[in-house]
């Protein structure tokens, strides 16, 4: 049972350049949700879904793309890489049972933009 | 805009002693108030959570107080541990029922020295 897994650990882009974050789950979570990781900034949310077909914005979705065509799989896009988009990103699932909800993140993919 | 503020950015803690980490958010909608544990290279975790109904949960080493007059909320670790070095996020988020959005906070980065 791996949980929400990750891929690729690490990348380093050049300006410009495209690239797919990829994040799958085997928890069988209608939510998914994508996160970035900065010094001081804490998490925020980027994108969303609350299933399959159905994705939102976040807080900072600015130069990114979400599709979910699966309830499995919830792929990250950056569309032209720029420095400011330097992060570690986490892809996440919840759950919501009656006390409250609780996220399950990825290990994290750690993108430099160079 | 940050709705869950977090203090302090960073706390070094000598080991026994009490790591306190303090969270203030300003959604009065806001119903549920988890606290998540980072270790470097792993996501985030759900280490404890309460709802604003109680104004203390403890499990085992680890205690949330919460004000919600004040709109404060905060993590005390017991007798802390070397093994609790990590970094800590309050959350929040609203209930009822299906997954809801959390909002971080910052987060803290705790060292505990042996």
């Known amino acids: 049972n791996a949980g929400v897994t990750q891929t690729p650990k690490f990348q380093v882009l050049k300006t410009g350049q495209s690239m797919t974050l990829q994040c799958a789950q085997d928890?069988?979570?209608?939510?998914m949700s994508w996160y970035r990781q900065d010094p001081g900034m804490g998490l925020r949310l980027i994108h969303y879904?609350?299933?399959?077909?159905?994705?939102d914005q976040g807080e900072v979705p600015n130069g990114y793309n979400v599709s979910r065509s699966t309830t499995e799989d919830f792929p990250l896009r950056l569309l032209s890489a720029a420095p400011s988009q330097t992060s570690v990103y986490f892809c996440a699932t919840e759950r919501a049972p009656p006390g409250g909800t609780e996220a399950f993140f990825g290990q994290g993919t750690r993108l430099t933009v160079v | 805009q940050q709705q869950v503020k977090q203090s302090p950015q960073s706390l070094i803690v000598q080991k026994g002693g009490i790591s306190i980490i303090n969270c203030a958010y300003e959604?009065?909608?806001?119903?549920?108030f988890p606290w998540y544990q980072q270790f470097p290279g792993k996501g985030p975790a759900l280490l404890i959570a309460i709802r604003p109904d109680v104004s203390e949960k403890k499990e085992g080493r680890f205690t949330i107080s919460f004000n919600k007059s004040a709109k404060q909320f905060s993590l005390h670790i017991m007798d802390s541990q070397p093994g609790d070095s990590a970094t800590y996020f309050c959350a929040a988020s609203k209930i009822p029922g299906g997954a809801q959005k959390l909002v971080f906070g910052q987060g803290t980065r705790l060292t505990i020295n042996p």
């Open positions: 928890m069988n979570h209608e939510y």
């Open positions: 879904s609350v299933g399959a077909g159905i994705t």
């Open positions: 959604n009065t909608a806001f119903d549920y």
